[in-house]
């Protein structure tokens, strides 16, 4: 027997002669800390699949009775993780049920100090990086926080690395940034789960097995479907080529025959004599001439009435005409209302300064100058909350081309 496979198999007799002399209340109590991790996992998913922005939390005045499905102490928990790392609260649940359910489902001795440690920061470096991740997708329209898809912590990082390649004028530094941290939060994930080099090489196997059998069902189908056609056609076009050149192959064209002329019904042509002139001379009848056909013009709509009636139909008289619209603005409410809107950005944060003010017939444009580093995303997400607090019907907000302003 090799050495290498004497080593293995002495290593895996020494783990489980460990597992099997670990006493019973060591067994109970990892046992009780896996239903934990469970129940803490489950709690964490279920609160941020069930989160509302409009909940009553410890920093948020909501709308009514809390709709999270558990409770008050859901929605400050998927409340506080929105904000933190954003949609990784998922991946952040999803870790902690998983290390339950691997304790449950296969049991192992008692880990060192130093492993829970590196393996308590390989969870972290996964919750991180996975939000760092998030932060450098696009904010969708509906995304009801402040902060971007990883939170604040997520954009933090993220922002925090780009600018650092921007400083260097490195170009696609965004993409950058994200493509590494995703390399980065796959690896630790890996590392968590446990895969390692063998399970890679054995996944690739498998994706090129799949391949393998693909490339073979495909070319069996092309195949069956040239046989047909041959069988259909034949292996004459009408032409005389052959439809080899339809699927890329090559083709010698046969001896053809001669193809038959159609036959054409004989038709009796009547003679005309033409008529004498005085002079000798045979001259031709002229052609009758072919008079256009007149367009006929569109008819005019009639009005039927009972006979007998005496109705008149009105005259356009009668109508008169709209007096001309007046714009009758009031320079001091708009004044108002633009210091009213500058103080509702600022209260969420948004830094900048009020331009013109263009007043409309229904709609009134207010120009909004963000000051440098403010996200266009961030300023339209907040569309609903600056119409409440406006007490207005709605609000739209879009970037004004061509000038670093933003049209409310």
């Not at 859901?74 to 649940?93: C, D, E, K, P, Y």
């Not at 940034?177 to 890679?200: H, T």
Request: hydrophobic letters at 45%; proline letters at 7%.
């Amino acid at each position: 027997m090799p050495a290498a496979s004497q080593n293995y198999d002495a290593s895996y007799a020494h783990n489980l002669m460990e597992d099997l002399n670990v006493p019973a209340a060591s067994t109970f109590s990892r046992a009780a800390k896996a239903l934990v991790l469970c129940g803490i996992g489950a709690f964490t998913l279920i609160a941020m699949i069930s989160f509302n922005p409009f909940d009553s939390t410890a920093d948020t005045a909501g709308l009514g009775r809390v709709s999270n499905k558990l409770g008050a102490p859901g929605a400050s928990l998927a409340n506080i993780l929105m904000q933190l790392i954003g949609s990784a609260g998922f991946v952040l649940g999803g870790l902690i049920l998983f290390s339950g359910v691997r304790r449950m489902l296969k049991p192992r001795a008692a880990r060192s100090h130093w492993d829970r440690l590196r393996r308590l920061a390989i969870f972290t470096a996964c919750v991180i990086l996975s939000a760092a991740t998030l932060s450098a997708f696009p904010i969708p329209q509906d995304w009801p926080m402040a902060n971007g898809l990883g939170g604040w912590i997520g954009d933090s990082i993220f922002l925090s690395l780009r600018a650092g390649l921007n400083h260097f004028n490195i170009p696609v530094s965004g993409l950058i940034v994200a493509f590494f941290a995703f390399l980065a939060c796959a690896f630790a994930l890996a590392r968590f789960i446990g895969i390692v080099s063998k399970d890679v090489l054995d996944l690739w196997d498998a994706a090129g097995l799949v391949w393998a059998t693909f490339r073979v069902g495909f070319d069996k189908l092309v195949n069956a479907i040239r046989a047909k056609i041959d069988k259909t056609y034949g292996t004459e076009a009408a032409s005389g080529e052959s439809l080899a050149h339809l699927y890329g192959g090559t083709d010698i064209p046969a001896e053809t025959k001669a193809p038959k002329a159609p036959k054409t019904k004989k038709v009796r042509v009547k003679r005309r004599i033409a008529p004498i002139v005085d002079d000798g001379a045979a001259a031709a009848a002229p052609a009758p001439k072919v008079k256009p056909k007149k367009k006929a013009k569109p008819k005019k709509p009639e009005f039927k009435f009972d006979e007998g009636a005496d109705f008149v139909l009105p005259h356009l008289d009668l109508l008169k005409v709209p007096p001309p619209r007046r714009a009758v603005t009031d320079e001091a409410s708009l004044i108002r209302a633009s210091e009213t809107l500058h103080r509702v950005m600022g209260e969420y944060g948004i830094k900048g300064e009020m331009g013109e003010v263009r007043p409309g017939p229904v709609v009134t444009l207010f120009e909004f100058e963000p000051a440098p580093g403010m996200k266009s995303q961030r300023i339209i997400n907040l569309s609903d909350d600056i119409a409440r607090n406006m007490s207005a019907q709605s609000t739209r907000i879009a970037v004004v081309p061509g000038r670093n302003a933003m049209g409310v």
